[in-house]
């Protein structure tokens, strides 16, 4: 399999199985993230800003901590400044180990790809001192890691040892997440994202809601993309465990403008709900979905 | 098309049998796990279940292998009017062309003909056709060809045969030929003057449904005069020793006006002897006597010849006259019977001691030496037999009774048993032994030789009867003494009338042998090989018989004369005498003649018995002087028969015997075919199609039965054939693709 998509020339990306050969995942996210930072490192966008954005009159109750003195120096008048953002921010991954996860058509699973993903996610975050934690659902909570400077590790180890084993569902435990976080967040949904796209915006959208910047990383095999079979066979829903005779040669066509629809679809409610969305294919290097990705943030960055 | 077990159709269901395997042959047991089927199951249902069905052609020659097996068993056949589509309407035309003499009247011959050929003239090229011409038969030509010169020439070969016309014959074979044939329409030309004699032969004929008859007749209908020979008795005599016949001819008139001055010839041997005029009324008939001629020893070729008219077949008559129709019979008598032989017919008694009796059928009066019944006799009830004296006739009933009769001609010599001599017994072919014993010494020898060399012997058993001991085996039994009956006497109690003497009385109205009544007889006591002809009703045989050597015996338990009963005096006696001394004689009438059509049987036929039948030199000759083919039986069976097809004399003559002795066989047409009286053709026609003639209207309505029109189509056969073309490239062809499956680079 090709790992050098024409349109990135220079750029060394690592296919996804090879990924997935290297044992630790600190490891892993590292030879990913260090690579991929390297490569760009005279790029201009370098993450999320914290430099000075303004300043502004002094209102009783602001921090006198915030005061430029050397302003008030200058000017003899209080002025409190602004930047643009907080640098500690707290980074989360909700990860949907439901079932339907555990499925790779390549060699690598989606909930592998996904675990790649979230490691490097939280590498990237810790680079920039971050605090990263990571909440695993299916049809509920599996298991959750609060943000922490310190939970780097403990994140890591959760995505390590979790398995995919339960039929899933988006809504009661994204519901239930929004209560864990109090303080603005970026939260990483990585998902498959089988509901109907707008079951799939009312899970997330208390999210979005309570402050925190969500983005939705959706990942599919390439095998549910392209629907690659051949001969008629029955067909083993993997959560319902339903069977269905199908034939694909008769409904590939159908199958795969319906996918395509469903994933306009949840791309569309995102944008319009101001919710980042990436599609990730596991087929696609993993480095070069990040860069896709977060060139695509940096460019909304700026808009914005 | 339609099918004649369409039951087996059902059988297309299984057609379902291959499309499914089509599709199971393509589902994978093993189960593909999937994430989520969400997007699937939006795809609406009938396409997600539907497989794919790979090698359309593959599928294709199945199901026509399976359809065509099936179409075979289900036995498909085009109906008529696809038949009628397909062949564009040709027809099966049978010509029925009547050659019986009758066509001979007139010009319906020519006219018969001409309309034979006109229609064999509008045959179209697809029309198949057949000439079959009948008389009381039927021949056919070439059947159901297209060959219109060969039509023709059938026709303009034919010739008027002497056969009557029936119908029936030719029907049955042109019902034959149209139930075997495959053209859709079907049509009968019948030609004829339409008799009313051959139509009743025609019941159990009928046509194919749809056969259009179109019956042609050439009879006019003005009135048809016509002269016909009916036929000739020949009356014998004597004359100067020679036997002498003489001729009567009857003549019938069917017209309806007199004529007169018709000559009517007497030929022999094809050379007139006497001509005749003659008149006879209308609508009557007539008879001509010609004069007596000597007969003489050989058959003689006898024609009765009238003047020809329109229908000239049946202007003579033929027959022959065969000399020697005279069985002699030598009565033995007591001593007091004359010895003087009496001539046949004699119409004056030769001697004057025997009663004025005209005929023994009329009432005869007892002779006056008879003593009349005593009636003082007491032991007696009302008659008593008589004892005949030395001085009475005890032959004169018997002598009397074989005066009468012309075929046979009896000739007896009477004589009393101490006069008979050997020259007697070897002239004689029957000889009765009338109330005497049987003669001993060499007269005696001499007729047990006669017996069992063949010759018939009648005794009747009277008062004087003796017989030696060392013959009782000539008997049918040991003799008793006379007994005696009571009251009115006895009658015959059981007669065997499956027996040639009694066979004529058998039938009503016949002649009643109860009415005799008998007095006296001798019982017989019987020996087991013997047979009973006739009881008293006592139980006593009245009449035995016994077979001894190659000859017969007959005992008559009671005397002949009227002494012990008076059977005599019955009308009855006649006949029964008669046929006695015919029996004995094992005599058999000659056949004058014969009728066209009929086949003789040369082993039955009298006049030919001295002809070697196995030899194979036999030479028949017809009226026309063209050999005949005989058709010759085995050794065994020893039979020989001639197709006696025309008219006049057939020559039978053995070319190896010494003497070359010919017979001679007169052969008649069947004069039942002068009567021309036509019957209505509508009528014909009406009994053997059921409808109209001429009627064209159901003409394309032929309905041939299904099992009829699938036994000649066979489609079957074809589709069968067909469907295993398929199923063999079936096989190759899923051959080569299971090979390429298994292996995709071969």
Redesign the interface.
Known sequence: MTTSPPSSPGARFIDPKVLARVGSLELAARFVVEGFINGLHKAPYLGISIDFAEHRGYMPGDDIRRVDWRLFARTDRFYVKQFEADTNTNFSVLFDVSKSMNFGSRGITKLDYGRFLAACLSYLSTKQRDRVGIITFDSDIVERVPPSAKHFEVSLHTLDRMTASRPGALGPPLYKATEFFKRRSILAVISDFYEEPEAVLDAVKPLRFAGNDVILFHILDPAEVDFPYDDSSSFQDLETGRKVPVVPDKLRDQYREIVQEHIDAVSQLCSQNRIDYAFMNTRVPLDHALFKYLAMRHKLTKVR | MAFLTPLFLAAIAALGVPVLLH?IQ???T??????????????PFH??????IRHWLLLLLRCAALLLLIAAFARPFFQSTTLAAVAGGAREVVVLLDRSYSMAYGDRWDRARAAARGVVRDLSPADQATVILFDSGAVAGRRSTTDQASLLAAIDGSAIGAGTTRFGPPLQLAQGILEDSDQPLLEVVLISDFQQVGVDSAANVRFPAGTVVTPVQVASEEATPNISVVGASVQRDMFASRERATVTARLANRGNETVEGLRVALELNAYELESLPVTIEANSAATVTFAPFTVEDTAMPVSVRASVDALPHDDVFHFTVLPGDVVSVLVIGGPGTPSTPVAPLDPEPSDTSEPSAQSPETDIPLPDTMPPATPAAETVAVTRPMTPSDTTDTSLYLRRALGVGTSPLFSPIVRPVGEVTLDDIAVATVIVLNDVGLPSGAIGEAITRFVEDGGGLWVALGEDVRWPGDKVDLLPGTMDIPADRDGRGGVLGFVDYSHPIFEVFGSPRSGDLTTPRFFRHRPLALHPESAVLARFDNGDPAMAERTVGAGRVLVWTTTIDSFWNDFALKSIYLPFVHKVIEYLAEYRSPTPYLTAGQVLDLAQYPAAAGLDLTGGNLVVRDPSDDRVDVRLGTEETEAAFVDLAEQGFYELRDTEAAQGELVMVAVNVDLAESNLSSADPQELVGLVTGRAAGDRSVATEREIRPEELERRQTLWWYLLIGALGFLATETVMSNRLSRTEIDPDA
């Open positions: 599709m393509r589902q994978r093993e189960v593909i796990e999937f994430p989520s089927l969400m997007f699937v199951k939006r795809i396409s997600l279940r539907r497989q794919r």
